[in-house]
């Protein structure tokens, strides 16, 4: 791939501060290797967070998810982010809602623990916590949100994926034969976690939001609707518990 002349500058201003050798930089990046990872860290809403290997690079169409959440977020509440991998969604939310606290859930220790130290570092660790385990299996029974947001793995197995994914965790982007399996185990949960009026906000793959849907009416939630992202696609779901 074609590195950009906006890229080598910032590969280049990298290079320099860390004393890593330039050409080596440019050769890894011109083989697909995401700038994030080479850099070791990504903008994202209004906040910079530190990234690694171990999650998924933060997208702009996760940024355009925090902006529909916020469009309805009640001044204060009690948010989960479901699969935080870098603690994007959760950080960025808490950053621009003072009057919330979030917990943040990842079944991967790695990513959560980067999650935790990119909270320590924008100094919001005292109002998001952070639990290990599968979906809603890290959430206490009886525990209920008025907010519950994920982006989780939505690819399907047999998908093709840009050369820059291919280097990103699998656990973070595949998900069954039609992409799918992660939002069959969040959404049929989703209504016992969340008070009443709570909402359900999700991102997907623009080829899976008709299924989607269907599960989302399944699972007892009010209103389901799919929204497309600025280019136009299918892209993110919500729902209201009612």
Not at 154 to 175: C, N
Not at 235 to 240: K, L, W
Request: overall charge negative; proline content about 7%; hydrophobic content about 40%.
């Amino acid at each position: 791939m074609t590195v950009s002349e906006r890229e080598e500058l910032w590969l280049r201003e990298f290079a320099e501060k860390s004393g890593n050798d330039l050409p080596s930089l440019l050769e890894k990046r011109a083989l697909g290797y995401p700038l994030a990872y080479i850099i070791g860290s990504q903008p994202f809403h209004e906040i910079e967070l530190k990234i690694t290997p171990d999650v998924l690079v933060p997208r702009p169409e996760t940024e355009e998810l925090v902006e529909l959440v916020l469009r309805e977020a009640k001044p204060e509440g009690r948010g989960v982010d479901l699969g935080c991998g870098s603690g994007a969604i959760a950080l960025s939310l808490a950053r621009a809602l003072p009057g919330w606290t979030f917990t943040a859930t990842d079944i991967s220790e790695n990513a959560l623990e980067l999650a935790k130290e990119n909270a320590k570092n924008l100094g919001l660790d005292s109002r998001v916590s952070f639990r290990l385990g599968s979906w809603f299996e890290a959430v206490p029974e009886g525990e209920t949100f008025d907010l519950i947001v994920t982006n989780p793995p939505y690819v399907g197995d047999t998908e093709e994926i840009d050369l820059g994914a291919s280097y990103e965790p699998k656990l973070a982007l595949f998900a069954g034969p039609d992409g799918l399996d992660c939002y069959r185990l969040i959404l049929p949960k989703a209504k016992d976690y969340l008070n009443f009026g709570g909402l359900f906000f999700g991102e997907c793959g623009p080829y899976h939001a008709g299924s989607l849907l269907e599960l989302a009416k399944e699972s007892g939630l009010r209103s389901p609707d799919i929204i497309k992202d600025y280019s136009g696609r299918d892209r993110f779901i919500r729902a209201i518990k009612g």
